[in-house]
């Protein structure tokens, strides 16, 4: 009888610690939205960010279906380059849709910096 008194123990001891919450590191966000060239968002677009002194892209993810995406990224000074890549992307119509131009955000520190991608025909 002790030694499941005992194992009750441990085991709610475990869970106690494993309730504490992870010390989270500081971040700044990157929101965005990617349109058409009619003004409506694109879901499934491939979006791609890397800091401005890097070349090559060290986030890569998806617009939403209301064409959104953010991404945690250090907070601290930096800037950052944020594109679509349509290499495998079909539109439905049968249109094609190109890239516009990269986009730069400027983080200062811990905030939330919105922006938009816009596509063309």
């Given at each position: 009888?002790?030694?499941v008194v005992?194992?009750?123990?441990?085991?709610h001891?475990?869970?106690?610690?494993?309730d504490?919450?992870?010390?989270?590191?500081?971040?700044?966000?990157?929101?965005?939205?990617?349109?058409?060239?009619?003004?409506?968002?694109?879901y499934?677009?491939?979006?791609?960010?890397?800091?401005?002194?890097?070349?090559?892209?060290?986030?890569?993810?998806?617009?939403?279906?209301?064409?959104?995406?953010?991404?945690?990224?250090?907070?601290g000074?930096?800037?950052?380059?944020v594109?679509?890549?349509?290499k495998?992307?079909?539109?439905?119509?049968?249109?094609?849709?190109?890239a516009?131009?990269?986009?730069?955000?400027?983080?200062?520190?811990?905030?939330?910096?919105?922006?938009?991608?816009?596509?063309?025909?």
């Amino acid at each position: 009888m002790v030694a499941v008194v005992g194992t009750v123990v441990f085991a709610h001891r475990g869970a106690v610690a494993a309730d504490k919450p992870a010390k989270e590191k500081p971040y700044a966000l990157i929101f965005g939205t990617v349109w058409d060239p009619d003004g409506h968002p694109v879901y499934g677009v491939r979006v791609k960010i890397r800091r401005a002194d890097h070349k090559k892209a060290q986030w890569e993810l998806y617009s939403d279906h209301r064409g959104e995406f953010a991404q945690r990224v250090p907070a601290g000074k930096a800037d950052y380059v944020v594109w679509p890549d349509l290499k495998d992307y079909k539109v439905p119509s049968g249109k094609h849709l190109k890239a516009g131009t990269e986009v730069t955000v400027h983080i200062d520190s811990q905030e939330r910096s919105d922006t938009g991608l816009h596509l063309i025909w």
